[in-house]
Nanobody, 118 residues
């Protein structure tokens, strides 16, 4: 089992920034990718971006490229999502995910709300 706990969500004005954190614990050795997803009201959960845990390669959805940055601290087992130039359409619940591949989520965090006001 892997436990994931997100933090850092909140309310921010358009154009502002937030940094989300995800603390991972448990059997993390089987995790290949740490991902961030989001789900807006009445929409499906979507991939935001991810980081290859071992080497730090990152991948992002087109909608956030150039605005969001994912990083990790291997010693602390932490993953971060730095969100800049936020837009109202970024409003969603953001989830951290432990993935065995870029296409398979094994564990989800509980989510943290991000609200961007116009």
């Amino acid at each position: 089992q892997v436990q994931l706990v997100e933090s850092g969500g909140g309310l921010v004005q358009a154009g502002g920034s937030l940094r989300l954190s995800c603390a991972a614990s448990g059997r993390t050795f089987s995790t290949s990718v740490m991902g961030w997803f989001r789900q807006a009201p009445e929409k499906e959960r979507e991939f935001v971006g991810g980081i290859k845990w071992s080497v730090g390669w990152t991948s992002y959805a087109d909608s956030v490229k150039g605005r969001f940055t994912i990083s990790r601290d291997k010693v602390k087992s932490m993953v971060y999502l730095q969100m800049n130039s936020l837009k109202p359409e970024d409003t969603a619940v953001y989830y951290c995910a432990a993935m065995s591949s870029w296409s398979e989520v094994d564990y989800w965090g509980q989510g943290t709300q991000v609200t961007v006001s116009s």
